[in-house]
């Protein structure tokens, strides 16, 4: 079973604006890390957050992640049409359930930025 | 350097048949990933492999398995394919430091159809 749910599973917006993507997980993690993924090709690794950290940047993507609540949030500022993919939240899990690389994928949002 | 690749892109089989995928890491990672991604099912771990050894597990039946090779190259074999067999399989590298979650690098997939 999928450990991270998303939410929304479809965000439509305009170019300029900016996109808020949740991210939701079940049991106690190492890290959580954000993929983007267009159109069914291979995903490329956005941020990567560790659990004692709060809040972490990468030009115009900000991620949080809030351990007490088990979520994470990835916001993109000053969307682009480039940006339209889908987004998928990923936690390396400690513990039996995870280890080493196994990474546990929510379902994604799908984010389309209109021009 | 080079990225993920992944061979081949496309395959059509027909249920029964088996299929091997191949994987070559970035040059100098060490582990290898699997997954698979369906519509229904989303992204789902398959196995991890370092230095030769299958180090990690997904919840798949045993028609699924996978080796890797002394240059980090991995295969995956899937016997008696069966319809919901269909599906983009994702090969991940990463350079792996024994810590838990590391990032990781996807190649474009393999797009498999079963008949």
């Known amino acids: 079973s999928q450990q991270g749910e998303e939410d929304p599973q479809a965000l439509s917006i305009q170019e300029g604006e900016n996109a808020t993507m949740n991210c939701s997980y079940k049991?106690?993690?190492?890290?959580l890390q954000w993929y983007r993924q267009n159109s069914g090709r291979g995903l490329v690794h956005l941020i990567l957050i560790r659990s004692n950290e709060r809040e972490k940047h990468s030009g115009r993507l900000r991620v949080t992640l809030d351990t007490s609540k088990k979520s994470s949030s990835l916001l993109i500022t000053a969307s682009r049409a480039a940006d339209t993919a889908s987004y998928f939240c990923?936690?390396?899990?400690?513990?039996?359930?995870?280890?080493?690389?196994?990474?546990?994928f929510g379902a994604g949002t799908r984010l389309a930025v209109h021009p | 350097k080079a990225g993920v690749t992944q061979t081949p892109r496309y395959l059509i089989k027909t249920r029964g048949q088996q299929v091997t995928l191949s994987c070559s890491p970035i040059s100098g990672h060490r582990s290898v990933s699997w997954y698979q991604q369906t519509p229904g099912q989303g992204l789902q771990f398959l196995f991890e492999?370092?230095?030769?050894?299958?180090?990690n597990k997904g919840n798949f039946p045993g028609r699924f398995s996978g080796r890797q090779f002394s240059n980090s190259r991995s295969e995956m074999n899937v016997s008696t394919l069966e319809l919901g067999d269909s599906a983009l399989y994702l090969c991940?590298?990463?350079?792996?430091?024994?810590?838990?979650?590391?990032?990781?690098?996807f190649g474009p997939g393999t797009r498999l159809l079963v008949l």
């Open positions: 991940a590298s990463s350079l792996d430091g024994g810590s838990v979650g590391a990032t990781q690098y």
């Open positions: 990923a936690t390396a899990l400690t513990g039996d359930s995870g280890g080493y690389n196994k990474l546990i």
């Open positions: 492999y370092f230095s030769e050894t299958q180090r």
């Open positions: 049991t106690s993690i190492n890290n």
